[in-house]
């Protein structure tokens, strides 16, 4: 009888530790999950980043042709026609 509840004693051990294994692994998920996301974010901030940079390029190069003489759009380049 002793070495029976001994069993369920440590059959109960056995299935905490096989919950907290289960939950460290939920906390590794979610920890893994969340680094993807700031990944992404931070992904998506230099894509826009990158977007305003190319645009600011455009709009530098349009007026440098404007300035050049070599575009006759003006108004595109943000010069002002007066």
């Not at 109960?12 to 460290?24: A, G, T």
């Not at 920890?31 to 455009?58: G, N, P, V």
């Amino acid at each position: 009888m002793l070495e029976l509840r001994k069993l369920c004693e440590l059959l109960e051990l056995f299935e905490l530790l096989e919950l907290f294994k289960l939950l460290e692994l939920f906390k590794l998920l979610e920890l893994f999950k969340l680094l993807e996301l700031c990944e992404l974010f931070k992904l998506l901030e230099l894509c826009e980043l990158l977007e305003l940079r190319r645009s600011l390029l455009r709009k530098l190069l349009a007026r440098w042709h404007v300035l050049e003489g070599d575009c006759p759009c003006r108004y595109a380049a943000g010069v002002p026609l007066s």
